[in-house]
Protein backbone atom coordinates (compact mmCIF):
# COMPACT_ATOMS: atom_id res chain seq x y z
CA UNK A 1 0.00 0.00 0.00
CA UNK A 2 2.81 2.29 1.18
CA UNK A 3 4.88 1.72 -2.39
CA UNK A 4 1.10 2.25 -4.45
CA UNK A 5 0.63 5.68 -2.40
CA UNK A 6 4.11 6.92 -3.15
CA UNK A 7 3.71 5.87 -6.74
CA UNK A 8 0.79 8.25 -6.92
CA UNK A 9 2.33 11.16 -5.58
CA UNK A 10 4.86 10.61 -8.12
CA UNK A 11 2.11 10.60 -10.92
CA UNK A 12 1.23 14.35 -9.60
CA UNK A 13 4.29 15.26 -10.79
CA UNK A 14 3.73 15.87 -14.52
CA UNK A 15 2.43 19.63 -14.06
CA UNK A 16 3.57 22.95 -15.21
CA UNK A 17 4.40 21.80 -18.30
CA UNK A 18 5.46 24.07 -21.52
CA UNK A 19 5.22 27.43 -20.43
CA UNK A 20 3.60 28.33 -24.31
CA UNK A 21 0.91 25.35 -24.13
CA UNK A 22 -2.47 25.95 -22.22
CA UNK A 23 -2.37 25.40 -18.43
CA UNK A 24 -1.85 21.86 -17.32
CA UNK A 25 -4.89 19.80 -15.47
CA UNK A 26 -4.24 18.54 -11.78
CA UNK A 27 -7.07 16.81 -11.28
CA UNK A 28 -6.49 14.09 -9.27
CA UNK A 29 -8.73 12.05 -11.65
CA UNK A 30 -5.66 12.07 -13.79
CA UNK A 31 -3.40 9.99 -11.64
CA UNK A 32 -1.03 7.33 -12.78
CA UNK A 33 1.53 5.08 -11.49
CA UNK A 34 5.08 4.85 -12.49
CA UNK A 35 6.12 2.22 -15.32
CA UNK A 36 9.36 2.35 -16.63
CA UNK A 37 11.38 0.68 -19.15
CA UNK A 38 14.37 -0.37 -16.92
CA UNK A 39 12.13 -1.70 -13.90
CA UNK A 40 13.94 0.08 -11.51
CA UNK A 41 12.13 0.38 -7.78
CA UNK A 42 12.41 3.44 -5.84
CA UNK A 43 14.31 3.69 -2.91
CA UNK A 44 11.86 2.83 0.27
CA UNK A 45 9.44 5.95 1.67
CA UNK A 46 8.61 6.18 5.23
CA UNK A 47 5.02 7.03 5.91
CA UNK A 48 6.51 10.75 6.88
CA UNK A 49 8.20 11.28 3.86
CA UNK A 50 5.57 10.35 1.76
CA UNK A 51 3.27 13.03 3.31
CA UNK A 52 5.82 15.54 2.89
CA UNK A 53 6.45 14.89 -0.73
CA UNK A 54 2.29 15.13 -1.35
CA UNK A 55 2.67 18.05 0.15
CA UNK A 56 5.58 19.87 -1.61
CA UNK A 57 4.15 18.67 -4.50
CA UNK A 58 0.68 20.58 -4.03
CA UNK A 59 3.00 23.59 -3.72
CA UNK A 60 3.85 22.92 -6.99
CA UNK A 61 0.70 22.54 -8.49
CA UNK A 62 -0.49 25.55 -7.22
CA UNK A 63 2.25 27.54 -8.68
CA UNK A 64 4.31 27.81 -5.65
CA UNK A 65 7.83 26.21 -6.30
CA UNK A 66 9.59 28.53 -4.38
CA UNK A 67 7.95 27.21 -1.14
CA UNK A 68 8.10 23.90 -2.51
CA UNK A 69 11.74 24.17 -3.16
CA UNK A 70 12.25 26.06 0.61
CA UNK A 71 10.09 22.80 2.38
CA UNK A 72 12.20 20.07 0.31
CA UNK A 73 15.27 21.29 1.59
CA UNK A 74 13.83 21.19 5.71
CA UNK A 75 12.25 17.97 4.55
CA UNK A 76 16.16 16.83 3.70
CA UNK A 77 15.01 13.76 2.08
CA UNK A 78 17.39 11.93 0.12
CA UNK A 79 15.56 9.55 -2.70
CA UNK A 80 14.70 10.24 -6.27
CA UNK A 81 11.06 11.40 -5.72
CA UNK A 82 12.94 14.40 -4.13
CA UNK A 83 15.48 14.76 -6.36
CA UNK A 84 12.52 14.88 -8.98
CA UNK A 85 10.51 17.13 -7.23
CA UNK A 86 13.86 19.58 -6.39
CA UNK A 87 14.09 19.64 -10.41
CA UNK A 88 10.99 20.55 -11.21
CA UNK A 89 11.01 23.41 -8.65
CA UNK A 90 14.13 24.76 -10.20
CA UNK A 91 12.60 24.61 -14.03
CA UNK A 92 9.74 26.40 -12.24
CA UNK A 93 11.76 28.71 -10.99
CA UNK A 94 13.76 29.59 -14.38
CA UNK A 95 16.53 27.64 -13.06
CA UNK A 96 16.88 25.34 -15.95
CA UNK A 97 20.77 24.79 -15.95
CA UNK A 98 20.62 23.33 -12.30
CA UNK A 99 17.38 21.62 -12.84
CA UNK A 100 19.07 20.02 -16.12
CA UNK A 101 21.80 18.56 -14.49
CA UNK A 102 19.50 16.72 -11.81
CA UNK A 103 16.94 15.54 -14.49
CA UNK A 104 20.13 13.69 -16.04
CA UNK A 105 21.19 12.46 -13.31
CA UNK A 106 17.95 10.76 -12.93
CA UNK A 107 17.27 9.29 -16.49
CA UNK A 108 18.70 6.19 -15.22
CA UNK A 109 16.66 5.66 -12.38
CA UNK A 110 13.08 4.68 -11.52
CA UNK A 111 11.37 7.94 -12.25
CA UNK A 112 13.39 8.13 -15.66
CA UNK A 113 10.24 9.15 -18.04
CA UNK A 114 9.68 11.83 -15.76
CA UNK A 115 13.26 12.75 -15.88
CA UNK A 116 12.84 12.59 -19.32
CA UNK A 117 10.35 14.97 -19.85
CA UNK A 118 11.54 17.47 -17.92
CA UNK A 119 14.45 17.09 -20.24
CA UNK A 120 11.88 17.80 -23.06
CA UNK A 121 10.05 20.68 -21.29
CA UNK A 122 13.96 22.30 -20.91
CA UNK A 123 14.98 22.17 -24.35
CA UNK A 124 11.39 23.05 -25.56
CA UNK A 125 11.52 26.82 -23.51
CA UNK A 126 14.93 26.98 -25.18
CA UNK A 127 13.49 26.72 -28.53
CA UNK A 128 15.83 23.60 -29.15
CA UNK A 129 12.66 21.48 -31.11
CA UNK A 130 14.52 18.44 -32.22
CA UNK A 131 16.58 17.85 -28.97
CA UNK A 132 12.87 18.23 -26.68
CA UNK A 133 11.34 15.82 -29.54
CA UNK A 134 14.12 13.07 -28.53
CA UNK A 135 13.66 13.79 -24.67
CA UNK A 136 9.94 13.52 -25.02
CA UNK A 137 9.98 10.48 -27.29
CA UNK A 138 12.13 8.68 -24.68
CA UNK A 139 9.92 9.93 -21.65
CA UNK A 140 6.82 8.49 -23.86
CA UNK A 141 8.88 4.91 -24.33
CA UNK A 142 9.96 4.76 -20.70
CA UNK A 143 5.81 5.67 -20.18
CA UNK A 144 3.79 4.56 -22.95
CA UNK A 145 0.56 5.35 -20.97
CA UNK A 146 1.08 8.77 -19.26
CA UNK A 147 -1.34 11.03 -20.86
CA UNK A 148 0.85 14.38 -20.01
CA UNK A 149 3.69 13.31 -21.76
CA UNK A 150 2.22 12.09 -24.81
CA UNK A 151 0.41 15.56 -24.86
CA UNK A 152 3.47 17.25 -24.63
CA UNK A 153 5.20 15.50 -27.48
CA UNK A 154 2.35 16.04 -29.65
CA UNK A 155 2.66 19.86 -28.90
CA UNK A 156 5.91 20.40 -29.73
CA UNK A 157 5.82 17.79 -32.54
CA UNK A 158 2.83 20.35 -34.09
CA UNK A 159 5.31 23.41 -32.93
CA UNK A 160 8.00 21.86 -35.48
CA UNK A 161 5.69 21.25 -38.30
CA UNK A 162 4.66 17.47 -37.77
CA UNK A 163 0.57 17.99 -37.71
CA UNK A 164 -0.39 14.62 -38.04
CA UNK A 165 2.29 12.60 -35.66
CA UNK A 166 0.82 15.42 -32.86
CA UNK A 167 -2.87 14.65 -34.31
CA UNK A 168 -2.07 11.07 -33.22
CA UNK A 169 -0.52 11.99 -29.86
CA UNK A 170 -3.44 14.21 -28.91
CA UNK A 171 -5.55 12.20 -29.54
CA UNK A 172 -3.79 8.93 -27.68
CA UNK A 173 -3.83 11.55 -25.19
CA UNK A 174 -7.45 12.12 -24.88
CA UNK A 175 -8.63 8.26 -25.10
CA UNK A 176 -6.61 7.56 -22.27
CA UNK A 177 -7.76 10.32 -20.05
CA UNK A 178 -10.65 11.64 -21.80
CA UNK A 179 -10.95 14.44 -18.68
CA UNK A 180 -7.69 15.40 -19.27
CA UNK A 181 -8.62 18.75 -21.00
CA UNK A 182 -5.29 20.42 -21.63
CA UNK A 183 -5.15 17.71 -24.44
CA UNK A 184 -8.42 18.33 -25.71
CA UNK A 185 -7.67 21.73 -26.12
CA UNK A 186 -4.66 21.31 -27.92
CA UNK A 187 -6.35 18.99 -30.44
CA UNK A 188 -8.88 21.05 -30.96
CA UNK A 189 -6.45 24.15 -31.67
CA UNK A 190 -4.56 21.42 -33.99
CA UNK A 191 -7.79 20.97 -35.87
CA UNK A 192 -8.25 24.94 -36.53
CA UNK A 193 -4.84 25.19 -37.79
CA UNK A 194 -5.71 22.80 -40.29
CA UNK A 195 -8.89 24.15 -41.44
CA UNK A 196 -10.78 21.40 -40.38
CA UNK A 197 -13.42 22.98 -38.61
CA UNK A 198 -16.42 20.72 -38.58
CA UNK A 199 -14.01 18.19 -36.79
CA UNK A 200 -12.78 20.85 -34.07
CA UNK A 201 -16.35 21.91 -33.61
CA UNK A 202 -17.52 17.61 -33.22
CA UNK A 203 -14.26 17.85 -30.91
CA UNK A 204 -15.43 20.28 -28.70
CA UNK A 205 -19.21 19.13 -27.99
CA UNK A 206 -17.76 15.52 -26.84
CA UNK A 207 -15.26 16.88 -24.38
CA UNK A 208 -17.65 19.77 -23.46
CA UNK A 209 -15.48 23.04 -24.64
CA UNK A 210 -17.48 26.12 -23.80
CA UNK A 211 -17.78 29.36 -26.17
CA UNK A 212 -15.33 30.82 -24.45
CA UNK A 213 -12.52 28.35 -24.99
CA UNK A 214 -13.25 28.09 -28.24
CA UNK A 215 -12.92 31.62 -28.87
CA UNK A 216 -9.64 31.47 -27.09
CA UNK A 217 -8.34 28.81 -29.73
CA UNK A 218 -9.56 30.83 -32.63
CA UNK A 219 -7.36 33.45 -31.26
CA UNK A 220 -4.50 31.25 -30.76
CA UNK A 221 -4.72 29.99 -34.23
CA UNK A 222 -5.25 33.62 -35.98
CA UNK A 223 -2.45 34.48 -33.94
CA UNK A 224 -0.32 31.91 -35.01
CA UNK A 225 -1.05 32.32 -38.85
CA UNK A 226 -0.12 36.03 -38.45
CA UNK A 227 3.07 35.01 -36.92
CA UNK A 228 3.78 32.18 -39.49
CA UNK A 229 2.81 33.13 -43.05
Not at 23 to 52: G, Y
Not at 114 to 128: D, K
Amino acid sequence: MKSTTLMMVLAWLCMHGLPHALAADTDTKSLRQIKNTENKACSAVSPEETTKLGLIQQMLAEGKPHAALAHLEAANIKNEQAALLRAHGLRQTGRALQAQAIYEQLVTSCVSGYAYRGLGLIASNAGNLQESLRYLQAASNALPTEHTIRNDHGYVLMQSGATEPALHEFLTAVELAPDYRQAAHNLILLLYRQGDINRAEAFARQFGVDATEMQQLKKMTADSHSTNP
